[in-house]
Nanobody, 117 residues
Framework: QVQLVESGGGLVQPGGSLRLSCAAP????????MGWSREVPGKRRELVAA???????TYGDFAKGRFTISRDNAKNTVYLQMNSLKPEDTAVYYC???????????WGQGTQVTVSS
């Protein structure tokens, strides 16, 4: 069982910042893309950001200019820096890594982010 360990969620006021972290086993982190998705009850899970092993990055439209994904290969960890948070960013954020066969993923346990005054 592959375990992705997430941390960093919480309650923040609108306009504030949070940084999420996701640590993965070295065996699946090295050479693999990593990403973050989020889910709001009643809505489909959506891509927040993803980063390949070579550093190519993709962002969901809502994340562009506010969120930054990065990875530390020495720590087998991917980060999501979230700035200028809005109430509509409230969701459970999940870390993921692709697995074989294509189309399947390992998922973290999820971390709640709540943006509210």
């Amino acid at each position: 069982q592959v375990q992705l360990v997430e941390s960093g969620g919480g309650l923040v006021q609108p306009g504030g910042s949070l940084r999420l972290s996701c640590a993965a086993p070295e065996s699946i982190f090295i050479g693999n893309a990593m990403g973050w998705s989020r889910e709001v009850p009643g809505k489909r899970r959506e891509l927040v950001a993803a980063i390949t092993s070579s550093g190519v990055i993709t962002y969901g439209d809502f994340a562009k200019g506010r969120f930054t994904i990065s990875r530390d290969n020495a720590k087998n960890t991917v980060y999501l820096q979230m700035n200028s948070l809005k109430p509509e960013d409230t969701a459970v954020y999940y870390c993921y890594v692709p697995r074989y066969p294509p189309g399947l993923y390992y998922w973290g346990q999820g971390t709640q982010v709540t943006v509210s005054s």
